[in-house]
């Protein structure tokens, strides 16, 4: 199982970045998958998830309104979509597999998104 986070970059207040998470493994379709972030000296935090069909969506209260989470079984591919990001956002996201009603694995390399005030 792998996942494989990128679209990470430097980026101003207010701006945009489009997260992508690569998958291979396993059988993307039949998993809720996740996104999470860790900032320096914080725990890793839940961002956001989806559920199979792509119908269900949660977020934490701190991007709702301004991050989006998206997927696409056939690319076997989860996507974040952030707008009117803030300094607080600056992080290292991760996507994961749900593997439990709470619980999520195969976290793999996050990637790097730094806001600037």
């Known amino acids: 199982v792998q996942l494989q986070a990128s679209g990470g970059g430097l980026v101003q207040v207010g701006g945009s970045l489009r997260l992508s998470c690569a998958t291979s493994g396993f059988v993307f379709g039949n998993y809720a998958m996740g996104w999470f972030r860790q900032a320096p000296g914080k725990e890793r935090e839940f961002v956001a998830s989806i559920n199979l069909s792509g119908f269900r969506r949660d977020y934490a209260d701190s991007v709702k309104g301004r991050f989006t989470i998206s997927r696409d079984n056939a690319e076997k591919a989860v996507y974040l979509h952030m707008n009117s990001l803030i300094p607080e956002d600056t992080a290292v996201y991760f996507c994961?597999?749900?593997?439990?009603?709470?619980?999520?694995?195969?976290w793999g390399q996050g990637t790097q998104v730094t806001v600037s005030s």
């Open positions: 994961a597999r749900r593997i439990g009603l709470r619980d999520y694995a195969n």
